[in-house]
């Protein structure tokens, strides 16, 4: 059994603010530590239900944030960056599961460090014009896409709640909850790291009974509305890209939407903010 772990910062147990998860922060070190923790957790959950090649693909900004040496011995690490297709770097349909590890909720909504993708910089996605998404949306559906099954996400309690929205069945840990986009009554750290291994262990042992997503190479709609209508401008460059409608509205200067299969959109998104960072000077966070 082979089991993908896409593990970004901002959901990890204990974190709450910019300094906790930006490098150069005050506590950005201890932060990373617990991120490492939190995967760790996950990793001893999949190797206990058996699997036997464990993938970790650091997600968060640098992508060049968990500890190396301190990382779990049964998992392999893809880090740095630019990813291809980032968050989902080395993911394809010859594994049985994915996790998520350390997710945060969309923009817009009241959960810690909320935020899509770019922390302001990227107002709202949608996908399909109708559905709103941020990381847990994209990264779900473009998994199932390529035919993996999401089993378990950890994070605050708004994160949890979020993927309930795309799929009741993946197993969720909670490992605090959100006060404010900067403050959560925090699990102790045992006991969150004990609900992420044990959601990833069921998750994942479960995998081979779930009915498993069928690859979807249909065409789909991204819609992005950014802050900047100059980034909007300069995106309408790329073939495809045109400015419309913000979501099912009417047009809106800083909306772009571009259609293509999931995989492909996935990475042109990545392409997005490139050009957004280019012009804007905010990088990424993820």
């Known amino acids: 059994m082979k089991v993908y772990i896409s593990a ?14 930006q490098m150069g922060g005050r506590d950005y070190e201890r932060g990373r530590v617990m991120m490492t923790e939190d995967v760790n957790a996950a990793v ?24 190396v040496d301190d990382l779990h011995p049964a998992a392999s690490l893809v880090r740095g960056k630019p990813k291809p297709m ?3 770097q080395d993911l394809d349909s010859s594994f049985d599961a994915a996790v998520f590890v350390g997710y945060h909720a969309r923009a817009g909504a009241l959960g810690v460090l909320s935020h899509s993708f770019m922390g302001h910089e990227i107002e709202d996605m949608w996908l399909d014009d109708d559905r709103a998404m941020g990381e847990i949306g994209f990264a779900y559906a473009t998994a199932t896409a390529l035919g993996v099954p999401v089993v378990a996400l950890s994070g605050c309690d708004v994160a949890c709640a979020e993927i309930a929205e795309w799929d009741t069945d993946v197993l969720t840990a909670p490992v605090k909850y959100a006060r ?53 401008q300069q995106l309408e460059g790329i073939p495809g890209v045109s400015r419309t409608g913000g979501g099912a509205g009417p047009a809106h200067d ?24 280019a012009l804007t000077g905010q990088a990424p966070y993820c």
Not at 44 to 67: C, F, K, Y
Not at 199 to 207: D, M, Q, T
């Open 8 to 21: 970004d910062m901002e959901g990890v147990t204990g974190l709450v603010g910019a300094d906790d998860v």
């Open 44 to 67: 001893r959950g999949a190797a206990a239900a058996g699997a036997r090649e464990i993938v970790v693909n650091d997600t968060h900004s640098t992508m060049r944030n968990l500890l």
């Open 86 to 88: 980032g968050m989902l």
């Open 180 to 232: 404010d986009r900067f403050a959560a009554r925090l699990r102790p750290a045992d006991e969150a790291r004990g609900a992420i291994e044990e959601a990833v262990r069921e998750g994942v042992r479960a995998a081979p009974s779930r009915t498993r997503p069928a690859p979807d190479t249909g065409e789909h709609a991204l819609t992005v509305r950014w802050q900047s209508a100059s980034v909007a």
């Open 254 to 277: 800083r909306a772009v939407r571009v259609r293509g299969d999931l995989p492909s959109l996935f990475r042109l998104f990545g392409v997005f903010m490139g050009v957004a960072y």
